[in-house]
């Protein structure tokens, strides 16, 4: 078969030239500018596989330089251009806010009101007491979850921003309105409704007549049915998972997160910031209303990052700087404005939580600020893949004694799986860091003999694993994934506490209230505060969890797709078997002839469960007509020392494929539609079982004589598959690296995608077979 998830991978398309506004008539220094951040931008988009990125650099007269790179269509062929369509996620918040501060210069809001003073029908549960007001929202202090039980991130059918804010209702507020700040989504689909009814328009009708045409933004709006055949193409991402197309999901909470924008439009924003809500035919906002909209609103918290009224406020290179970012579905972006020095940058990206926006947005605004000055602009942080010799010995366990990172070669690259952290890990000029398409993280150290890691001070000495117990019974029975194709929460364990992976890229500690309650941390994280209930049915299995009112259906993901699949196989094995045998394999020549001998003949003590022999694989038919498991002499030498090694430790080598005749990779190929065959292989080309030098298997327990049970099924459909899958328990995980380095410690490397799939060194030189088993055996004897 072939692996599924490797062909899920999209193939990044072909570099496409910058496209850039006006590059020949640029002044010296900006021009300087534009080409340090092509560069930039062209490492982020060929390093990190993203589709396409765009920067627009912005200044009192409005967008002096913009740059696109990459593709803007799923096949490849049409280049990005500053007239692309992006979605802006959460810097939707800042029109709402631009509204609302408009009805306040208008005297029809108030801030410090009680927000049930325009939304009387707002009575979400508050056991602290005092009430919510546009300020606490604008702010994220008003105490309420994160998103709302209807119409929220995960919601495929909303019903509209009114239904969404009516469904809190049926929620209480986590903390006393103005005493922390916690993110809410659902927060601002308040203030948005609450500009809908003072308006006395639907929401996306006010934000377009208070903040869109004013500004002129023309090609910008709260829906994307105004720019079919525009919207750029983006993809969701994870560490463990393959890229797929990011879904075209709209919210019902607009008022938060649903702009669609391009460079220009979100320029003309930055610029009118910048010219203090002057417009050139009128005004925007007064210049006290945005000096009350950037002041920090909670003076108290100490730190160098805060909210303004929607503004979240930083500062680059001693300079203030306001703005906000956004992430939904595939697009990320930022927006930075340095009002003091008159300089804003626009940036898009679109991998699913990419870092390429905030990164390329705060280059971009210290590279133009740099030269402004005459001083030397900062150098772009890059660093390259660790491979090689370099990869396997800084790979292994590394534990303080309470938690523990691991770092292994995944794709021939090291990366990185500690608690709260996961991705690739780079060797800069000054050491190394973890960056990848999501995650950027520079507080890593790695001794340069392998003997330690240290993040943000926090040291971690290499060590075996030991066996770890296994989890107790009652959070056993929650392990698994929960929610959609589109988005998933998963249950894990890790150093022996409960995890949870949430909207592709947050993993979180749990901490267990009661067996079917566990909540997310007080600080950090998207969900704090808040916490997981689990369902369970009639006889105790766990069906569904739920968070803060949101239902997430428990899930399987691989049996539903084999279902698929096999419902989409067509029939007749022996016709499709028939034809098969009457063609031939591609022809080739290989430098090494092919040497099969059974791997019983090698060790006697190996067993054999080839699934291909009977009914339990992925097409529910026999395919061989006998059990037996064949590879090339050195590998099957090989791996009988592998299961000598790891008898020593109780375990033996269950065989599931070795090698596999072509004609029964075709006969995958003929019985698959169009629309499965990212499932198998392409006999055009041959597979790694064809040469013999690739095998399936797991391990069975020599005291019980059971397999294991490690993070995923044989064959299985799904990212539990992947050999750096972040879930199931921690045992599990255990024996799947106990395999792991036992048997590439014989000279096999896992394949990514398949934690059960060795391939032998030197598979490459072997050439494709068609003997039968039968036959085999025949000149065995």
């Known amino acids: 078969m072939k692996k599924l998830l490797v062909l899920l991978l999209f193939l990044v398309p072909a570099m496409a030239p910058a496209t850039a506004s006006a590059d020949a008539g640029l002044a010296p220094d900006l021009g300087r500018a534009a080409a340090l951040i092509g560069e930039a931008a062209k490492w982020e988009v060929e390093n990190k596989r993203v589709p396409s990125v765009a920067v627009a650099i912005v200044g009192p007269e409005g967008v002096r330089w913009s740059g696109t790179w990459g593709k803007a269509d799923a096949e490849g062929k049409v280049p990005a251009t500053p007239e692309t369509i992006y979605r802006a996620g959460s810097v939707s918040k800042l029109f709402t806010d631009v509204a609302v501060m408009r009805l306040v210069e208008q005297g029809k809001l108030n801030l410090d009101a009680p927000v049930s003073t325009y939304l009387p029908s707002f009575k979400p549960r508050n056991p602290f007491g005092g009430q919510i007001t546009l300020r606490q929202l604008m702010t994220h202090r008003s105490g309420l979850v994160r998103e709302a039980p209807r119409g929220n991130y995960f919601d495929i059918a909303p019903k509209g921003q009114a239904d969404s804010v009516l469904s809190l209702n049926e929620t209480s507020l986590v903390a006393a309105p103005g005493t922390i700040t916690k993110y809410s989504n659902a927060g601002i689909a308040v203030v948005g409704e609450v500009v809908a009814r003072v308006t006395g328009m639907p929401y996306e009708q006010a934000v377009s007549t208070l903040v869109f045409r004013p500004l002129g933004m023309a090609s910008s709006g709260m829906t994307a049915a105004p720019f079919q055949g525009r919207i750029a193409y983006s993809e969701m991402a994870a560490f463990d998972g393959p890229r797929i197309p990011a879904p075209p999901i709209e919210l019902g909470t607009p008022a938060a997160g649903s702009l669609f924008t391009t460079l220009g439009d979100l320029g003309r924003f930055a610029q009118a910031m910048l010219n203090r809500g002057k417009l050139p035919d009128g005004v925007l906002l007064k210049p006290a209303t945005l000096d009350e909209m950037w002041r920090r609103q909670f003076p108290g918290d100490a730190s160098t990052r805060g909210y303004g009224i929607g503004f979240a406020l930083s500062q680059i290179d001693g300079q203030r700087v306001v703005g906000h970012g956004g992430a939904i579905y595939g697009h990320v972006t930022d927006v930075l404005i340095m009002p003091d020095s008159g300089i804003a940058v626009v940036a898009f990206a679109t991998v699913d939580s990419s870092n390429s926006a905030g990164k390329l947005a705060d280059y971009a605004l210290r590279t133009v600020a740099a030269i402004a000055k005459g001083a030397n602009p900062p150098a772009f942080g890059t660093g390259t893949l660790v491979t090689g010799p370099d990869a396997k010995r800084l790979s292994g366990w590394f534990t303080n004694g309470k938690a523990s990172v691991s770092t292994r070669i995944y794709n021939e690259h090291l990366v990185i799986d500690a608690p709260e952290l996961v991705g690739d890990i780079r060797r800069t000029a000054n050491g190394f860091i973890v960056e990848d398409a999501q995650t950027r993280y520079d507080k890593l150290a790695i001794a340069d003999d392998g003997s330690w890691i240290d993040l943000a001070g926090t040291r971690y000495t290499r060590g075996t694993m030991p066996e770890p117990p296994q989890p107790a019974a009652d959070f056993a029975a929650l392990v698994g994934n929960y929610g959609w194709d589109h988005n998933v929460i998963r249950i894990y364990e890790r150093d022996g506490r409960p995890f949870a992976w949430v909207e592709w890229v947050d993993h ?58 096999r419902s989409d196989m067509q029939t007749g094995g022996a ?45 529910g038919t026999p395919v061989y007509e006998s059990s037996a498991a064949f590879l090339q002499r050195p590998a099957a030498e090989a791996l009988g020392r592998v299961n000598q090694a790891l008898r020593k430790r109780g375990f033996g080598l269950l065989i599931h494929d070795a090698y596999r005749p072509w004609f029964v990779t075709k006969m995958f190929w003929d019985a698959s539609p169009p629309s499965s065959r990212m499932f198998v292989a392409d006999p055009s080309q041959g597979s790694r079982h064809n040469r013999g030098a690739a095998v399936d298997l797991t391990m069975f327990e020599l005291k019980t004589g059971k397999p294991i049970v490690t993070t995923g099924r044989y064959d299985e459909f799904s990212t539990r598959s992947y050999s750096n899958f972040v879930g199931g328990t921690d045992h599990q995980r255990w024996l799947r690296e106990v395999l792991r380095s036992a048997i590439e410690a014989e000279g096999f490397d896992v394949y990514p995608e398949e934690w059960w799939h060795f391939d032998y060194g030197d598979w490459r030189d072997y050439p494709i077979g068609n003997q039968t088993f039968e036959e085999l055996g025949k000149k065995a004897k």
């Open 508 to 565: 979180m500690p749990l901490t267990r209230v009661d067996a079917n309650r566990y909540a997310f941390p007080k600080q950090g994280g998207l969900y704090p505060l808040e916490a997981l209930t689990f369902e369970r049915n009639a006889k105790g299995a766990v069906t569904a969890l739920s968070l803060s009112g949101i239902r997430f259906p428990r899930r399987d993901f691989g049996a539903e797709i084999e279902a698929k699949v």
């Open 575 to 619: 016709a499709l078997r028939a034809e098969a045998l009457k063609a031939s394999p591609p022809k080739e020549i290989r430098p090494k002839p092919s040497d099969l001998v059974a791997l019983t003949s090698v060790d006697p003590t190996i067993r054999l469960d080839i699934r291909y022999a009977g009914t339990n694989n992925f097409l």
